[in-house]
């Protein structure tokens, strides 16, 4: 293990000590974290060009020896997530480590990321991928060992060491995780310290190590507050946002699917998934038979009395946001916990609501099984209010439409303002990618501007990558043409010029 007991900030006591200064100091603090973060930049960039001298070849035995050490480990990785964070289903987090480790080793193993990647002999351009170098993962509780287990992989895929900062109530599962792939990969041939993790962050370790100027990049999969903070570090981020996702079950979809669809994945791992389905609308016309198929299918609907009970202890008024003592619990502990009585067997909790915004709590994305219901006149109504609910924190992530009707799905796609449109498929597992649609399996899911992220993309393995490119002379026959005077010729109209240039082709 390459990373022993920190000495309080997250440095392993086989590196030289941080300098001796007062705890009590904010400034003290600070230094210290530098002078830590220093330490782990250090190995990082001695990785980085150890890593710089590996072909494809070398590269992809790393890759699968980390992938089987991975999926070896599984069941103890998300039994101790489950052990440690209290968080979900331990079943479902064994699951989330199958995806992380076989659809994503699946995804990438055959990507070119070593040299030339790409050689178009028409256009004269040749492509070779080159790493980033070191790479800052900051790793949920929700789904700590899954996304460790993915953001390794991708690192290794791209020669890019990985520094893991876990959120510190899952740090010990992230490290057993990140001891167990690097071991793996070490053994495979990888440099030292391509994987490291920190014991225990600390706000001054984490800012220390998001600013320093040798880190190329961070993936920051976190609370809305660490995403701001690291796209305010001066380093690139692929962050993501909050999903808040809406489900439109339209008059033509099969309700039943829709409906068991929609319960397999809220279910999942208790909804910690932040593209787990939050708001159900339909029309009026068919709310009879969708809420027949819930109750059908195991879900409760709260009395009115009862909605507000379940808000209070699910969202956080006065700092806008879910509760984390509500992240990931089941529905027995949650009606505990509200003081109310739901039927045995209870699979989750449904909300009946009129309006969204801060005062119908449970309109906002609460990751855990609940879902808000709303019905509406006619379909211009409900595409109205998924906007709405996009917008109440959730703008640019995931929208989910049940339909037969491809004018609706096409429509329905212009309007909701989200990075990902899955038509007819649970939410959790299709923006995930990989089980049901062809997205690039991912557990970082961006949201493009809506989400103040850089892409709309689930981030993989060629998001890691500087692609340089080598362009041979390839004169264009148009602009070799075209005399240059009728541009300097302010007489001569756009329009003229673009006859012009394009009339012989």
């Known amino acids: 293990m390459r990373v022993q ?9 086989s590196d030289e000590p941080a300098a001796a200064v007062p705890n009590q100091s904010a400034t003290a603090a600070a230094q210290r974290a530098l002078a830590n973060a220093d330490v782990f930049l250090r190995r990082a960039r001695d990785a980085t060009a150890k890593f710089r001298l590996l072909d494809q070849a070398p590269v992809d035995r790393i890759v699968h020896a980390v992938y089987r050490a991975a999926l070896d480990r599984r069941v103890e990785l998300a039994k101790l997530a489950h052990e440690e964070t209290g968080i979900g289903d331990w079943r479902h987090k064994v699951i989330k480590n199958a995806i992380a ?11 070119k990321t070593v040299g030339v990647i790409s050689d178009d002999q028409r256009s004269g351009v040749v492509e070779i991928a080159q790493s980033l170098g070191p790479i800052l993962g900051l790793i949920p509780v929700t789904n700590p060992t899954a996304t460790a287990i993915f953001k390794i992989l991708i690192s290794l895929k791209t020669r890019n060491p990985l520094i893991l900062s876990p959120h510190n109530g899952a740090r010990r599962c992230v490290a057993a995780t990140a001891e167990a792939c690097y071991e ?14 920190l014991p225990k962050s600390t706000p001054e370790l984490t800012r220390a190590l998001m600013s320093h100027r040798k880190l190329a990049l961070i993936i920051a999969t976190a609370t809305g507050s660490v995403v701001r903070e690291a796209q305010a570090s001066g380093t690139p981020v692929f962050g993501v946002g909050p999903g ?6 339209g008059a033509s979809a099969d309700v039943p699917f829709a409906v068991s669809s929609i319960l397999e994945s809220k279910t999942f791992d208790n909804g910690t998934i932040c593209a787990s389905e939050q708001a159900v609308v339909v029309k009026r016309a068919v709310a009879g038979r969708v809420i027949a198929a819930f109750e059908h299918q195991g879900a409760y609907f709260l009395k009115a009395e009862d909605v507000a009970k379940v808000g209070v202890i699910a969202y956080d008024g006065n700092r806008g946001m879910m509760t984390p003592t509500v992240v990931g619990q089941s529905v027995e502990r949650i009606a505990s916990s509200a003081g109310i009585t739901v039927p045995a067997g209870t699979r989750v909790l449904i909300a009946t609501l009129d309006g969204v915004g801060p005062a119908y709590p449970l309109s906002a994305e609460i990751l855990a099984p609940i879902l808000a219901f709303y019905v509406e006149e006619d379909f ?5 209010r998924c906007s709405e609910i996009t917008h109440f924190g959730g703008t640019g992530h995931t929208a989910v439409i049940y339909s037969n009707s491809e004018e609706r799905i096409e429509y329905f796609s212009r309007t909701i303002d989200a990075s990902r449109i899955l038509v007819n498929m649970p939410s959790t597992h299709g923006a995930l990618g990989g089980i049901f649609n062809s997205l690039s399996p991912s557990f970082t899911l961006a949201c493009g501007s809506g989400g103040n992220n850089l892409t709309t993309d689930n981030i993989t393995a060629r998001h890691l990558l500087n692609v340089h490119r080598i362009t041979r002379r390839r004169p264009n026959p148009r602009w070799a043409s075209f005399p240059v005077e009728r541009f300097l010729d302010e007489t001569v109209s756009g329009e003229a010029i673009e006859v012009e ?5």
């Open 380 to 384: 211009d109504a409900a595409i109205r």
């Open 184 to 197: 793996a990969a070490v053994a495979a041939g990888a440099p030292d310290n391509c994987i490291q993790w």
């Open 101 to 111: 480790a076989q659809l994503v080793y699946d995804d990438i193993k055959s990507l």
């Open 5 to 13: 007991e920190p000495d309080r900030d997250g440095a392993g006591k």
């Open 501 to 505: 240039y394009n009339r012989n082709f």
């Open 244 to 249: 808040n996702v809406p489900v439109y079950i």
